[in-house]
């Protein structure tokens, strides 16, 4: 296996806080020998549990990176036990330019895993991430959102694993968590995760869904700061009190939880987040936008639970996920 051409300017040994950046040797137009700065925050007191946070894996969301510069500038090496890797901005090249995917090469980089140091810049931001960071870590935390397409109920999510215990511990670290909603979620595009690479390390670990639209609110970055020092205070990094307010508890037991739109056209939806449905209720209706006087067709729901997360903005292409449903436990 080639070595990942990506270095840390910061030393992951060294006790105290560093801020520093993954350097990615980048060759472009502009720049015939540039790099890609990665920024990255290590916090390091003695020896104890190493939790890996990242943020804007996914380059239009933003909750993440809001609670993840912030708890960079604040957190002092004498208020950890352990070790506290913070990247806010996972593909930094997509949260520059406000994007899904890496302008660089359009590559998701939540599918991207478990990438390859010899291959596109997203996939070796990926590869360091597999064989240099998550090896390191006890504790994952990768901060999702609905970035500019969906827009979600604020939740933490862990998935069902093979293994009993490592998914108690998943389960555990996402109640710790606190947010509004705690979700046991079902992927329908899993192939090449970062989930999964942390997970097939055996990692605990944490995701969010806190919102959307391609932007945030208070409510969702609040909800991502108290997040982020409840499970620091989970794994015993971090000395405190959770701070855990009510949760309502969902899971998502089969596939017709997700709709799909059977057509494009402009979207009508006749639900709101978080409302109840029952199988065979109208979710939404699509107009269609090249022609008057034609009927628009309705998207029923599939199955009884509760509307988690909806397309954004108002036009959708045929194919899209139009609307995701969750069964309360």
């Given at each position: 296996m080639r070595r990942n051409p990506i270095s840390p300017t910061v030393d992951f040994d060294c006790d105290g806080v560093q801020h520093g950046h993954l350097r990615l040797p980048h060759s472009r137009n502009d720049s015939a020998w540039g790099s890609v700065m990665i920024p990255i925050t290590v916090v390091k007191r003695g020896q104890g549990p190493v939790a890996l946070l990242t943020g804007a894996n996914h380059g239009d969301e933003y909750e993440g990176p809001l609670a993840l510069f912030d708890l960079a500038r604040r957190l002092t090496a004498d208020q950890v036990t352990g070790t506290v890797i913070i990247v806010p901005s996972m593909n930094?090249?997509?949260?520059?330019?406000?994007?899904?995917?890496?302008?660089?090469?359009?590559?998701?980089?939540?599918?991207?895993?478990?990438?390859?140091p010899d291959g596109t810049a997203t996939q070796k931001i990926a590869d360091y991430f597999q064989r240099s960071l998550l090896p390191m870590a006890d504790l994952v935390l990768d901060f999702h959102s609905g970035g500019r397409t969906l827009d979600f109920l604020p939740f933490a999510a862990c998935h069902i694993l093979d293994d009993a215990d490592h998914s108690a511990r998943c389960r555990a670290a996402r109640d710790a968590f606190g947010a509004p909603f705690s979700v046991e979620m079902r992927e329908i595009d899993a192939l090449g995760m970062y989930d999964d690479a942390a997970e097939g390390l055996g990692k605990t670990f944490v995701t969010t869904e806190l919102g959307g639209q391609g932007s945030s609110t208070p409510n969702t970055v609040a909800i991502a700061r108290r997040g982020l020092r409840n499970l620091l205070i989970h794994a015993g990094i971090v000395v405190g009190d959770l701070d855990l307010p009510p949760t309502r508890f969902l899971s998502q037991p089969d596939d017709a939880c997700f709709h799909f739109a059977p057509q494009p056209g402009l979207t009508e939806f006749l639900v709101t987040l978080g409302d109840p449905v029952r199988a065979g209720d109208p979710l939404a209706r699509i107009w269609p936008v090249h022609i008057t006087g034609a009927a628009p067709v309705t998207v029923h729901a599939q199955r009884d639970g509760l509307l988690m997360a909806r397309h954004h903005p108002g036009l959708c292409q045929m194919g899209d996920c139009l609307a995701v449903l969750a069964v309360e436990d």
């Open positions: 930094h090249p997509a949260f520059l330019a406000g994007t899904r995917v890496s302008p660089i090469d359009q590559v998701n980089m939540n599918r991207a895993f478990p990438g390859a």
